[in-house]
C-alpha cells in the first residue's frame, strides 16, 4: 500500500515579528487598576496614578524634588560603609554597595539635605529603597543623627521620610545601635521644641519602624503604604491566624491610632508646611533671621 503513504509538507518558517514603532519605556502599567499610562502623565501627578491613586514609588532625589521649593543643600554625601564584619552569604555586602552605588548613584540608602519647604527652611532625610531595599546600616544612622544636630544648631525643623525594609542584616548589631542613636538625637531635638515630622511611604517595615519612623510630632502615611515591624506573611505563619484585609497598611494604623494622618502626595507638601507653621516652624526662621548678623 505504498501509494497510501503519508507525505509531510514542510513546515513554514515562522514570520518575522515587525519592530515595534513604539520605544520602550513611554508607558508603565499600574499595579493598582492594571491601566496603561503615559509616562509623561506620571511625572505631573508626582508618580500617582490618575486613574486609581495608586502611589509609584519614588526614589529619594525625586521626592527631595517634590518638597522642596527649589534648589537645596545636600550633606554627608561621600559616607560609605566600610563593611565592618566583612560579611559574606549568598553575595559579598562589599559587591551589594556597589550595586547599590552603581544603580542608585547614591553612596547610600539616604539623602540628607536642607531647603525651603512652602518658604520655611527645613532638614530633610529621604530613604532610598533602591539601595539595598533602603536599609538602614551605619552610614545611614550616621548621616540621620548629623542632620538632626545641624537642625539642632540652624534651629530648623525636622522631616524623615522613610521608606526601607528596615536594620541592615550585614552590618548586624552595628545597624541595630542606629535606633538607638538616631532616637536620642531626635530626644535632643524634642528638647529643642524643634519640630519632627515622619513622612512613612511603601514600605516602612523592621528597626526603622521600630524606632524613629513612630516618633514624629506629626506622623504622616501615604495611602495604602506597608508600615509595620515584621511582615504579614511572618506574623500569619507565627500566630497561625488569617490577618485581618488591609493589615498594615496605612488605612488600617490610622484606623487603630498609630498614624496622624494619610495624605495623598500631591498634597503632601502643602499639608507638611502647613503644619511646621502650626507648629512655630514659621516662627523659628523669623527668629534665626533676627540673630543673624
Same mark, same amino acid.
Given at each position: ?7 509531510r ?12 514603532? *513604539? ?24 508618580? *500617582?496614578?490618575?486613574? =486609581? ?54 553612596r ?30 551605619? *552610614? *545611614? ?5 548629623? &542632620? ?13 521620610? =522613610?521608606?526601607?525594609?528596615? &536594620? ?11 535606633m538607638?542613636?538616631i ?22 517595615t ?6 524613629? &519612623? ?26 497561625? $491566624? ?24 500631591r498634597?503632601?507638601? &502643602? ?9 512655630g ?5 523669623? $527668629?534665626?533671621?533676627?540673630v543673624?548678623?
Open positions: 500500500m505504498a501509494w497510501f503513504k503519508k507525505t509538507k514542510p513546515m513554514a518558517a515562522p514570520a518575522k515579528e515587525k519592530p515595534s514603532r *513604539v520605544p520602550e519605556g513611554l508607558w508603565v502599567k499600574c499595579p493598582g487598576c492594571a491601566q496603561a499610562i503615559y509616562n509623561k502623565d506620571l511625572v505631573t501627578t508626582l508618580n *500617582v496614578c490618575p486613574k =486609581c491613586g495608586h502611589h509609584f514609588r519614588l526614589g529619594a532625589a525625586e521626592r527631595l524634588r517634590t518638597l522642596f521649593d527649589a534648589a537645596w543643600t545636600e550633606y554627608d554625601k561621600d559616607l560609605v560603609s566600610t563593611d565592618p564584619l566583612s560579611f559574606t552569604d549568598t553575595k559579598p555586602y562589599r559587591a551589594r554597595l556597589k550595586a547599590g552605588m552603581e544603580g542608585t548613584g547614591l547610600d540608602a539616604v539623602i540628607v539635605a536642607s531647603g525651603a519647604i512652602d518658604g520655611i527652611e527645613t532638614m530633610v532625610a529621604a530613604m532610598e529603597y533602591e539601595f539595598i531595599g533602603g536599609s538602614m546600616g551605619v *552610614v *545611614v544612622g550616621e548621616k540621620i543623627a548629623r &542632620a538632626i544636630e545641624r537642625a539642632i544648631g540652624a534651629r530648623m525643623p525636622v522631616v524623615i521620610v =522613610c521608606c526601607s525594609g528596615g &536594620a541592615r542584616m550585614m552590618e548586624g548589631a552595628l545597624s541595630l545601635m542606629q538607638a542613636k532616637c536620642a538625637a531626635l530626644a535632643r531635638l524634642d528638647r529643642e521644641r524643634l519640630p519632627y515630622i515622619a513622612v512613612l511611604t511603601d514600605p516602612t523592621g528597626g526603622v519602624t521600630a524606632s524613629f &519612623a513612630m516618633l514624629g510630632d506629626l506622623n504622616i502615611a501615604e495611602p495604602k503604604a506597608l508600615i509595620g515591624f515584621a511582615g504579614p506573611r511572618v506574623i500569619e505563619q507565627t500566630i497561625r $491566624q488569617k490577618l485581618p484585609d488591609g493589615f498594615q497598611r496605612s488605612e488600617f494604623l490610622m484606623e487603630k491610632g498609630m498614624l496622624d494622618l494619610v495624605v495623598d502626595r498634597e503632601l507638601k &502643602a499639608t507638611i508646611a502647613s503644619a511646621l507653621r502650626f507648629m516652624a514659621g516662627a523659628l526662621a523669623t $527668629q534665626s533671621e533676627a543673624s548678623p
